[in-house]
Every structure is written in structure tokens, then in C-alpha cells.
């Protein structure tokens, strides 16, 4: 019996402007024989962040009530938003996560919400998790279908040393209690991530020894293991959360080990501030799109050298930081970035791409305010339900303006090809 191979194809083009010129063919080459690489079933994961009402970037301030302790979770458009994606991947976590306490067990501190203080880290002063916002947090999840990562606060018991650099031993005490009542409960986490942008000389805000966070990986894979014991639903653990840093990332995998890391997470933002007026010039700029593909490459070796048990993961990624680019990030031009994005790092053998953020800062798949999907929503929702775990090889003899990726098909036995064309008019 013959197998039938069909081929959808669907195409994204910037033609401000149409003029008559000269027409330049192209030859695409796929090679639909085998896989490259292989992504998660979940591939599409977003994120929602800490960030308050009062987190402004360049004398705006666009995150509103968007972030994990003031989201508001009733509203009926995030609901459907999420249920789209039948399971949509959601990663909690972001800059402010290694200053958050759980309300819960034996806190020896104050959990109070956060507030501007000019000597905390990114102008802030710690925050809390009441266990009665979990459980709301938890509702949604479980009703929308929702696999969750979360972030634990990796400075816990921790101080600052000199520079950004932090010190001294991370207190578990809190986070076990927190596991302990996420599990009583019967809430499905589907992995813990541990710390957030604390790499070395890429970190953000504060840095951990690599080895210290090594061996910190080792005490929560125990946690985990004595508080889940056997259980059949045992979360993964996801690491660092950090720009890639290549002696830093191999290091901390020699240190914690065979199998304690499952999931090697690190942040992209590429397109450098949100501010930059030449933003929309360097979303259509491949060289400048082309230049990561060098740390996807650089991430997949050290892996497969020092941590081969473990998969990459980009665990944040929102083109442009400081909350994205205003007017620009929730905007169709975006997905030229955001495409490629998939599509590249896909090649590369990434198993999850996290994008910042389901809603939150001018970079959001949903509108802050209304949570109307924006035109990168729809991106996401087009590449979960069409392009399958398997990463085709494609050859392109044309120029670099014209981005193209395949993958085998979700639903059926077939070819998915993207092509992405960056020319103007």
C-alpha cells in the first residue's frame, strides 16, 4: 500500500508597497525522506510573569493587571484563548520570581505584595503567593486544560556577596512547603523550573556560582523525589532559566549530574530594547534574525556533551526586552520574528519555545486590557495545530530574505512548509 504525502503550505509576506520588478525564482528543496530533529507535541508554550501594575519601561507602563498576582482569571476571552490550544504549555516565571515567598507552612518572613524600593532587585522588594491565589491560578489551569512549569525563588536564604553575585545557601524550607501544598491538593505540575536568568556573567539583575547551583539542582531533584515519591505524575526539573552562557551551562550540568535536569532553559531576546526606533528594521533583517542560530548551535553541543539526558528548552523569549517594543510587538509585523523563531530553533532540536508573554507588556499574544488576541496569537495557534513533532531538512538556493521551514504534518501524513518572505517592495 503506497503511502499519500500531501503538502500544506502557508506563506507570510511583507508587501507594504506592490510595484512592478523583475521576478527572481527560487528553488526549495524539502526533504521529506527524514526528521532532523524532533519538538514536543506541546511545542507552543507562553508565559505570565510577576511583573505589578506599577513595572514601567521608558515612561510607560504596559503590563496593568496582567501578571500572575493580579491576572484577572474569570475574564471568559483567557479561557478560550488557552482552550484553543486544546493544551496550551504555560510557563510561570520571570525576574521577579527569586524575590517570591509562599504563603504558606512555617514562614519565618512577612509575605507581603510587592512594592518600588529603589536597592531591590529590578527596583522592587519581595512579593507573595497567598495559597488562595494558587488555588484560583490552579482552578484555571485545570479547567482550560493547561500544562503547567513554574519558577521557584532560587535566592531564597540567599544575600548578595558583591556586585550581582549571591551567596550562601538556598533556604528549601519555603519552596518544600509549597510543593508540599501544591501536591496535597492534587495540582498538576508538569515541572519545576529553578531560578531565573542567574548565569553567570549573562545574568540578570543577581548571578549564582555555577556550582553551587549545581549542587542546589541535586537538594530539589531529592525534594521532589521524597515528596512525590513514586508517583506515576512526577514533575520534571527545568534549569537555569538564564541567557546561554557557554562555560556556566556546561558546568552546572557537570555538577548536578546524570538525570537530574530534564529540561536546559534559557532566555532569548535578540532584537535588543523594546525603545530601539529601528526595531520593525531589524525584525526584517535576516542577518540580524540569523545571528541566534549560533547560540541554538552552541547550546545543542553543550548538551549533547555535558548533559545528554537533558533537551533545550527556550524558556522566555520576547524579541525585544524591557516589556517589547511599543506599537511594534503586538503588531502582524511581528510574526516575522516570531516564525522564524519557531522555525529555527526547531531545527535545532528544541523541545518547547515559551514566548513572553500570554498576556503582559506590549510583547503579549492576548491584549492586556481587552485580552483580544493579537496578530502573534494567531501564529502560535496555526503553527500548534499544523506543524507535527518532526523537523524536515529544507534547502534553499534563493536568498536569505526567504525563510523557510517544514515539518511533518499533526493531524495526518504529510508535509507543513512555512516560507517566510522578508523582502519590501
Same mark, same amino acid.
Given at each position: 500500500?503506497?503511502?499519500?504525502?500531501?503538502?500544506?503550505?502557508?506563506l507570510i509576506s511583507y508587501l507594504p508597497v506592490i510595484l512592478a520588478r523583475d521576478v527572481t525564482r527560487v528553488t526549495i528543496f524539502v526533504d521529506a525522506t527524514k526528521t532532523v530533529a524532533t519538538n514536543d507535541e506541546h511545542f507552543i508554550c507562553a508565559t505570565v510573569d510577576w511583573w505589578p501594575h506599577d513595572k514601567c519601561n521608558y515612561n510607560h507602563c504596559p503590563w496593568g493587571n496582567s501578571s500572575v498576582i493580579n491576572l484577572d482569571l474569570s475574564h471568559p476571552l483567557l479561557a478560550n484563548a488557552i482552550q484553543a490550544f486544546q493544551s496550551l504549555r504555560i510557563r510561570i516565571g520571570g525576574s521577579l520570581q527569586d524575590q517570591v515567598l509562599y504563603d504558606v507552612g512555617d514562614l519565618k518572613a512577612p509575605c507581603h505584595p510587592f512594592r518600588k524600593m529603589k536597592d531591590g532587585l529590578f527596583g522592587f522588594s519581595k512579593g507573595c503567593l497567598h495559597m488562595?491565589?494558587?488555588?484560583?491560578?490552579?482552578?484555571?489551569?485545570?479547567?482550560?486544560?493547561?500544562?503547567?512549569?513554574?519558577?521557584?525563588?532560587?535566592?531564597?536564604?540567599?544575600?548578595?556577596?558583591?556586585?550581582?553575585?549571591?551567596?550562601?545557601?538556598?533556604?528549601?524550607?519555603?519552596?518544600?512547603?509549597?510543593?508540599?501544598?501544591?501536591?496535597?491538593?492534587?495540582?498538576?505540575?508538569?515541572?519545576?523550573?529553578?531560578?531565573?536568568?542567574?548565569?553567570?556573567?549573562?545574568s540578570i539583575g543577581a548571578s549564582v556560582d555555577a556550582e553551587l547551583y549545581g549542587k542546589d539542582l541535586i537538594n530539589l531533584k531529592n525534594i521532589i523525589n521524597e515528596l512525590y515519591k513514586n508517583s506515576s505524575s512526577k514533575p520534571t526539573i527545568l534549569a537555569p532559566g538564564g541567557f546561554f552562557d557557554q562555560e556556566w551551562y556546561a558546568k552546572f550540568l557537570q555538577v548536578s549530574g546524570s538525570n537530574v535536569v530534564n529540561g536546559v532553559t534559557h532566555h532569548i531576546y535578540n532584537l535588543g530594547p523594546g525603545? #530601539?526606533?529601528?526595531?520593525? @528594521?531589524?525584525?526584517? =533583517?535576516?542577518?540580524?534574525?540569523? !545571528?541566534?542560530?549560533?547560540?541554538? $548551535? +552552541?547550546?545543542?553541543?553543550?548538551?549533547?556533551?555535558?548533559?545528554?539526558?537533558?533537551?533545550?528548552?527556550?524558556g522566555e523569549s520576547g524579541g525585544a526586552y524591557n516589556s517589547g517594543g511599543r506599537h511594534v510587538s503586538n503588531t502582524f509585523v511581528n510574526?516575522?520574528?516570531?516564525? #522564524?523563531?519557531?522555525?529555527? @530553533?526547531?531545527?535545532? =532540536?528544541?523541545?518547547?519555545?515559551? !514566548?513572553?508573554?500570554?498576556?503582559? $507588556? +506590549?510583547?503579549?499574544?492576548?491584549?492586556?486590557?481587552?485580552f483580544i488576541p493579537?496578530?502573534?496569537?494567531?501564529?502560535?495557534?496555526?503553527?500548534?495545530?499544523?506543524?507535527g513533532k518532526g523537523v524536515l531538512s529544507v534547502a534553499t538556493d534563493g536568498s536569505s530574505s526567504l525563510r523557510s521551514y517544514a515539518h511533518c504534518s499533526k493531524e495526518r501524513v504529510s508535509v507543513v512548509f512555512i516560507s517566510i518572505s522578508l523582502l519590501i517592495i
Open positions: 500500500m503506497g503511502i499519500f504525502l500531501s503538502l500544506f503550505i502557508y488562595q491565589r494558587w488555588d484560583e491560578l490552579n482552578q484555571l489551569f485545570n479547567r482550560t486544560r493547561a500544562i503547567v512549569s513554574f519558577g521557584l525563588n532560587a535566592l531564597h536564604g540567599r544575600h548578595n556577596i558583591r556586585h550581582n553575585a549571591w551567596g550562601g545557601a538556598w533556604d528549601s524550607n519555603n519552596a518544600r512547603d509549597f510543593l508540599k501544598y501544591t501536591i496535597s491538593m492534587g495540582y498538576q505540575i508538569d515541572s519545576w523550573e529553578y531560578g531565573n536568568e542567574l548565569s553567570g556573567r549573562t525603545v #530601539d526606533p529601528n526595531l520593525v @528594521s531589524k525584525i526584517l =533583517n535576516p542577518q540580524r534574525l540569523s !545571528r541566534v542560530s549560533e547560540t541554538f $548551535g +552552541n547550546l545543542k553541543q553543550t548538551i549533547e556533551k555535558h548533559g545528554p539526558w537533558a533537551s533545550a528548552w527556550v510574526s516575522f520574528w516570531y516564525l #522564524d523563531q519557531l522555525g529555527m @530553533s526547531s531545527k535545532y =532540536n528544541t523541545k518547547v519555545y515559551c !514566548r513572553q508573554t500570554l498576556v503582559g $507588556g +506590549n510583547y503579549g499574544l492576548l491584549n492586556a486590557t481587552t493579537n496578530p502573534d496569537y494567531y501564529s502560535a495557534l496555526l503553527w500548534h495545530r499544523l506543524m
